[in-house]
């Protein structure tokens, strides 16, 4: 979960989320079936059920029949770039969710993030994607949301410049 502040208070169109691995990421592995979903959630504090979390129907950003992952850094961003962005209009907080199936190739694969403490449960992990319930935890991820503002007219500068 990504609170309205955190997200800077404005809408935007998100294009693209990136996650920080830690050196500690195996350097390859396959994901199958992985998908990123994303949409809004009224909560402050999230729950242990994944179904209990949503306020609205979530939508799919990006998905792979078998990601590939290879060449993993600490301190370089994996990126995974929408099919089609997403207009957060700051009505709620925003809420996404990675799943894949596993078993990963190969069984020891492990992508770690680099993470930090947030005050409130604001990540619940699993170990399956059928999971109905999972482990709603302080440590949260570190991610990077590629932007654009959203829902602004489109002005030249000599428009913009006569605003003031």
């Known amino acids: 979960m990504v609170t309205v502040e955190e997200m800077g208070g404005a809408p935007v169109e998100i294009t693209a989320i990136g996650y920080m691995p830690s050196e500690y990421s195996s350097k390859t592995g396959s994901y199958y079936d992985f998908s990123l979903i994303i949409g809004y959630t009224d909560l402050d504090e999230l729950t242990a059920k ?93 991610i990077l949301f590629i932007t654009s503002e959203a829902f602004l007219e489109v002005q030249t500068f000599a428009g913009i410049k006569s605003s003031f």
């Open 50 to 142: 994944f179904d209990m979390n949503w306020s609205s129907t979530a939508v799919e950003v990006y998905s792979e029949p078998q990601l590939e992952l290879s060449g993993i850094a600490g301190g370089e961003w994996i990126m995974f770039e929408f099919e089609q962005p997403f207009q957060y209009d700051v009505s709620s907080n925003l809420l996404y969710e990675l799943a894949w199936n596993g078993p990963i190739d190969p069984p020891d694969s492990k992508i770690y993030s680099m993470n930090w403490e947030d005050e409130v449960n604001s990540v619940v992990t699993a170990t399956s994607p059928d999971s109905p319930s999972g482990y709603p935890t302080t440590i949260k991820p570190n």
